[in-house]
């Protein structure tokens, strides 16, 4: 298996996309351009209506990534574990493609013996620990997330002191939406450290529409804009693994 980066979009929201396309339709674009989309549905005393559940759980699935809806003061938490079991869940999911294409359709990690499904197990926590990660952080900025922005940032800053102890290289860039003239701005370019997010946050102003679908166009926009810039200045194309990455 060839060390590539894994790469993530982290959107967090308090509920329902209300303008644009879909946004389940976009994380589904994203997966097939090797992007895994995490949701997480952040509460504070309230809860989250039926719909916006059952959007935050589309979303994720069809991204293949993780979701899970909590309350404020447990985001910082969430956060950690939901951005490295989504790096597991991906990893595990390219060793069970790999394992179909030598053995055949019906294998997969649980059918191998213990002694080597602990192997290929060891292999996949250390490639967790030393594979280089993309997140793109997509924050929600509309009216009913105010309250819930300054948990969100410490939150992030926890997520960073926390992945920058792996040895793999961590990226990070941030994006929230809606943005002031589009449907999301880019607050952080891709950066190992967001500590930065201190000084970014008290200067946000919520309110507007919520675009997911389209603020999630952009996220993927990101990522291409960022392996174009690479083979542009003559590094050749940005890694990352994708099913024929094994």
């Known amino acids: 298996?060839?060390?590539?980066?894994?790469?993530?979009?982290?959107?967090?929201?308090?509920?329902?996309?209300?303008?644009?396309?879909?946004?389940?339709?976009?994380?589904?674009?994203?997966?097939?351009?090797?992007?895994?989309?995490?949701?997480?549905?952040?509460?504070?005393?309230?809860?989250?209506?039926?719909?916006?559940?059952?959007?935050?759980?589309?979303?994720a699935a069809a991204g293949g990534g993780m979701s899970q809806v909590v309350y404020a003061r447990q985001l910082s938490q969430t956060v950690q574990m939901v951005?490295?079991?989504?790096?597991?869940?991906?990893?595990?999911?390219?060793?069970?493609?790999?394992?179909k294409q030598i053995f055949g359709s019906d294998v997969s990690l649980e059918d191998l013996p213990p002694?080597?499904?602990?192997?290929?197990?060891?292999?996949?926590?250390?490639?967790g620990e030393t594979a280089a990660l993309d997140v793109l952080i997509l924050i929600d900025t509309s009216g009913s997330m105010k309250t819930k922005l300054p948990t969100v940032k410490e939150a992030l800053v926890d997520l960073s002191l926390s992945l920058n102890a792996?040895?793999?290289?961590?990226?990070?860039?941030?994006?929230?939406?809606?943005?002031?003239?589009?449907?999301?701005?880019?607050?952080?370019?891709?950066?190992?450290?967001?500590?930065e997010l201190s000084t970014i946050f008290?200067?946000?102003?919520?309110?507007?529409?919520?675009?997911?679908?389209?603020?999630?166009?952009?996220?993927?926009?990101?990522?291409?804009?960022k392996r174009s810039l690479r083979s542009w200045i003559g590094n050749g194309d940005e890694p990352y693994i994708e099913e024929s990455s094994l």
């Open 166 to 195: 792996r040895m793999g290289e961590n990226r990070f860039s941030v994006f929230i939406f809606p943005g002031k003239r589009q449907h999301a701005e880019k607050m952080i370019d891709w950066t190992p450290r967001i500590e």
């Open 1 to 59: 298996m060839r060390k590539g980066t894994l790469r993530q979009i982290l959107l967090i929201t308090d509920g329902c996309s209300n303008h644009g396309e879909d946004p389940a339709a976009m994380a589904a674009l994203a997966r097939e351009q090797g992007i895994t989309v995490n949701v997480i549905g952040v509460l504070d005393q309230d809860t989250i209506d039926e719909n916006g559940q059952r959007e935050i759980e589309a979303i």
């Open 202 to 225: 008290p200067k946000l102003a919520s309110g507007g529409l919520t675009p997911t679908g389209p603020a999630l166009r952009e996220a993927i926009a990101h990522f291409d804009r």
């Open 83 to 99: 951005t490295r079991q989504a790096m597991t869940q991906t990893l595990q999911g390219l060793v069970n493609r790999e394992l």
């Open 115 to 127: 002694d080597k499904r602990g192997q290929v197990m060891e292999v996949v926590d250390e490639l």
